[in-house]
């Protein structure tokens, strides 16, 4: 880069002062481009600013998404009680400085038991009614099939443990001894 000099005349003896203002020809040119650079730089100090909240932001939004995510693997439940969870928040924002926050959300909407989905409570209904059936079917098989002999005819304790059939021949000729001895 050349610098141009610039010959000022001076009050003092008319002496010649000498300045350089590089590509600019006067100080008024360098003035200007100065404050062009400063408003430029302003501009791009402004927009640093912007695009440095948008990533902040961003990266508060990826936590909250990582989190929300780590509470539906956790409690499935969750995610059907969304809105909910977000209205506890939401009403309690203290809440949110904790890191477990939504854990603890989710324990209050549960807490207050005013959650009920349809699909859970029809579910439950027919599980339990499979489960009485199946109880009640175990339970009178036991009693039609495994009922002990207290005590023989007469009144006679056994001497002998009753003999339990361990092959298929067994089984039928003592199902055909106790046919018989009923009718």
């Known amino acids: 880069m050349q610098d141009k000099l610039i010959n000022t005349p001076s009050n003092e ?3 010649v002062e000498t300045r350089a203002y590089g590509k600019f020809n006067s100080g008024e040119e360098l003035l200007a481009a ?21 990533i902040s932001t961003q990266k508060v939004d990826d936590k909250w998404q990582e989190k929300v995510v780590a509470l539906h693997n956790k409690y499935p439940i969750s995610k059907e009680l969304g809105s909910e969870i977000a209205e506890v928040l939401s009403s309690k924002k203290e809440l949110i400085k904790d890191e477990n926050c939504l854990e603890k959300a989710l324990l209050i909407v549960l807490a207050d038991g005013k959650y009920s989905t349809p699909k859970d409570t029809q579910q439950e209904t027919q599980i339990s009614e499979e489960s009485k059936r199946k109880i009640i079917g175990e339970y009178l098989d036991a009693l039609t099939f495994n009922t002990p002999e207290v005590a023989l005819a007469g009144g006679e304790i056994p001497v002998i443990l009753p003999r339990t059939p361990s092959t298929v021949k067994e089984a039928g000729a003592l199902a055909k001894t106790i046919f018989n001895s009923n009718r």
């Open 13 to 15: 003896d008319d002496k």
């Open 34 to 54: 100065y404050n062009s650079l400063e408003k430029e730089f302003t501009r791009r100090s402004q927009r640093i600013k912007e695009l440095e909240k948008e």
